[in-house]
Structures are given as C-alpha cells and as structure tokens.
C-alpha cells in the first residue's frame, strides 16, 4: 500500500525555517500502532494524519513516542496541505480533534487557528525544573506544561537545559517564556518526556502563554517568536476563551509511503 505524504514547514516564511511536520491524509483510519510506526520513523516532532468525516476532517496528531491532544505546527500544517495541495474549495477548514472542533482559516495574514485558551495557575518553583533549565524563572506556573516566567528575553536565549532532569518533571512539557525585545513576548520549549527534546515552533504553547500574556501586557493582540535554532513568528489574539494564532506554512517535500495495508 502506498500513502503521500508532505512534509510542511510551520510558522514559517521561507523553507528551513519554523517547525516541520509531516502530513499524511488517509482514506481510512490505519491502526494506532501503524500510525506511530510511521511517526517514529519520519522522526520529526510531529505527524498529522487525517480522514474525511462527514463534511469536516477528523484529525490525530502523534509525536515519535507518543499521541498528543492538542499540537499547532501541524495542524497548520494540514491546513496548508489541503489548501494547497488538495485543492480544498471553502475558506475554513473544521478539525475534529481530541481537543473539540478547531477550526483553520485562509486570510491575508496566513492561516489562522481557533485554539483553545488555557490558562495557568501559579505553582512553586521545584529545584528539579531549575536544575533542568539551568536557570531560576521569578515565577513558575501549570497550565498543564510548566510555563517558567522569566523577566528578559536574553535568559530564555541564554538556557541551557538538562533533558534527563526535564524528563523527571511530573508535566508533560516546560515552556520557558519572557517579554520580548522585538516581540510582546518569546518562549522557547522543551519536552524530552514524549520524546521531542526542544520544540522548534509550538503552537499549542502559546494557547497557554496567550492568556497569561494578555493578561501582563493589558492587550489582547499580541506577537510572539519562538527562539529555537530555526525559530518562528506568531500572531496572538486572546478572544474569549479562544486564542486566535495566525502563521503561515511552505511545503519543503512531498511523496509516497510504502507500508503494509490497514489492518
């Protein structure tokens, strides 16, 4: 059996830059087990696959090691593949995820995503999550990640993690944020648990720093750049309990599966 499949540059402006994922469209569901093989195998932080469910799509999104509820890179990415490549003929795209109905839009900005906010608590600052980011945040919070608060974006740019010490954390993820220079706010994002070590460009993240942004800033329209190695630019909008984020996507390859048929 032969699948395609796309590999799509998210939150990005040109090839080589924001966060890849792969993008595999099925007719039908294969099993759990098929689809994270072919995760593990493409090896990139994540893998969407997605069916035709009555008038929408549904769609899974699964790391190398793991399925996850909620991720943002590739659902744009998805977006970008049935805009661009499978001729989809509406404006808006509606997923059907673990995470509800999310819905992606084609405007002059990129593509926009109607996210879930979610928002944070405060937590204590463990000596585990400042031995894994080798640096003290002034504030931690769950939300459910760990978000580290930290007052300048130069600590974010300077932090050199432990990944082993990260992986003992009982959150799935720690997402290191602080007010930008250039931007209202930047992050970087970590999350060795579910084998993904540093995050290029997270979108289900900045539904958690959104709110609390919003929040510290008084403004609900926010910009946002994720300061990983191939880094990437967001546009936030807190809306309720929605957060609006808009990027754009480039395809980078396309091709064929070959693997075993549905069991």
């Excluded at 090896?43 to 009555?54: K, M, V």
């Excluded at 769609?59 to 998805?78: I, K, M, Q």
Aim: glycine share 8%.
């Amino acid at each position: 059996m032969s699948l395609p499949i796309y590999q799509v540059d998210a939150f990005a402006n040109a090839l080589f830059e924001g966060n890849p994922a792969a993008v595999v469209p099925l007719e039908q569901w294969l099993s759990d087990a098929e689809m994270q093989t072919i995760a593990m195998e493409n090896n990139l932080s994540e893998t969407a696959f997605f069916c035709p469910e009555d008038n929408d799509f549904h769609l899974r999104w699964f790391t190398p090691t793991a399925e996850v509820d909620l991720c943002g890179h590739a659902t744009l990415a998805t977006a970008h593949v049935l805009f661009e490549h499978l001729d989809y003929p509406g404006s808006a795209i509606s997923f059907r995820t673990r995470s509800g109905s999310l819905t992606v839009e084609r405007t002059d900005q990129g593509l926009s995503m109607d996210f879930p906010a979610i928002a944070s608590e405060p937590v204590d600052i463990s000596d585990t999550l400042v031995k894994g980011l080798g640096a003290r945040p002034s504030q931690a919070r769950a939300a459910p990640d760990l978000l580290a608060i930290f007052d300048h974006q130069q600590e974010i740019m300077d932090l050199q993690p432990d990944f082993a010490v990260l992986a003992q954390l009982d959150r799935r993820g720690v997402i290191a944020t602080a007010p930008g220079t250039e931007h209202d706010f930047v992050s970087r994002c970590f999350y060795p648990k579910v084998g993904v070590n540093e995050d290029p460009v997270t979108g289900s993240a900045h539904c958690k720093m959104t709110p609390y942004w919003a929040g510290e800033l008084g403004r609900n329209d926010l910009t946002a750049r994720q300061l990983s190695r191939r880094g990437g630019t967001l546009g936030c909008r807190l809306h309720g309990d929605r957060v609006i984020l808009t990027g754009q996507a480039v395809t980078y390859m396309t091709g064929q599966i070959r693997c075993p048929a549905p069991s």
